[in-house]
């Protein structure tokens, strides 16, 4: 699977909106790109998958470019509980696949 | 999505001695997942857990050290054997939920955080 490659760490004011971005380089044309969220002291919360363009939900949107190297995950209007780990990983297009996570991003929401 | 209940939440063991975790899911699932996360670190697998087969170890984790049981599709243990204390960390299952599709993702226990002194 593709190794993913995010910023280690990242700081936002309550408010506005954080865009992480994750590279990708290596991606198979059967692999999604999905994000999860982890609080201290709580597992990986999936937050969202893509395969290219543009997903939105209630939580995030996800931009997958044309060329799916690189992936860049939305959040609104962050609020001191978006405080967390995220994670980009690559998976295959099929089920029970294992996830390989990287080293995520340590997103700090400042009041 | 499924709902995982993972025991103990927490533990503080002697090293030497040996922990067995426990993950129950409140539906049937192939395969569950146990991961490693170390203080500050991400997540590693551990190992895949298929019900009805010997579990499938990632490289530098082995079946003396991790066995894992699966009895049946909605529970799986994991033992932590002869621990020392290298070996404090979270541990997590993990799973798909079936007929979820690829637009849930998969569900993750809260966790058992070990000490080992």
């Known amino acids: 699977l593709a190794k993913t490659t995010q910023p280690i760490s990242m700081d936002s004011y309550e408010g506005q909106e954080v865009n992480i971005t994750c590279s990708h380089n290596?991606?198979?044309?059967?692999?999604?790109i999905t994000w999860y969220q982890q609080f201290p002291s709580q597992g990986p919360r999936f937050i969202i998958q893509?395969?290219?363009t543009k997903v939105t939900n209630e939580v995030a949107s996800l931009f997958i470019p044309a060329d799916r190297k690189s992936s860049t995950l939305s959040l609104p209007r962050v609020s001191l509980s978006d405080t967390a780990v995220y994670y980009c990983?690559?998976?295959?297009?099929?089920?029970?696949?294992?996830?390989?996570f990287g080293t995520g991003t340590r997103l700090t929401i400042i009041p | 999505s499924a709902v995982i209940s993972q025991k103990p939440s927490r533990d503080i063991c002697q090293r030497g001695t040996s922990l067995t975790i426990q993950c129950q899911v409140d539906?049937?699932?192939?395969?569950m997942f146990w991961y490693r996360q170390q203080p500050g670190q991400s997540l590693t697998l551990i190992a895949t857990?298929?019900?009805?087969?010997?579990?499938?170890?990632e490289s530098g984790f082995v079946i003396d050290k991790f066995p894992i049981s699966r009895p049946n599709l909605t529970f799986s243990t994991l033992t932590v054997s002869n621990m020392s204390p290298e070996d404090s960390s979270i541990y997590l299952c993990?799973?798909?939920?079936?007929?979820?599709?690829?637009?849930?993702?998969?569900?993750f226990g809260s966790g058992t955080r070990l000490t080992v002194v």
């Open positions: 893509g395969y290219k």
């Open positions: 993990s799973v798909e939920a079936p007929g979820q599709g690829y637009d849930y993702g998969y569900t």
């Open positions: 990983l690559v998976r295959r297009d099929f089920g029970n696949e294992k996830l390989t």
């Open positions: 857990a298929n019900q009805g087969s010997e579990a499938t170890y």
């Open positions: 539906s049937q699932v192939t395969m």
């Open positions: 290596n991606i198979a044309t059967n692999d999604y």
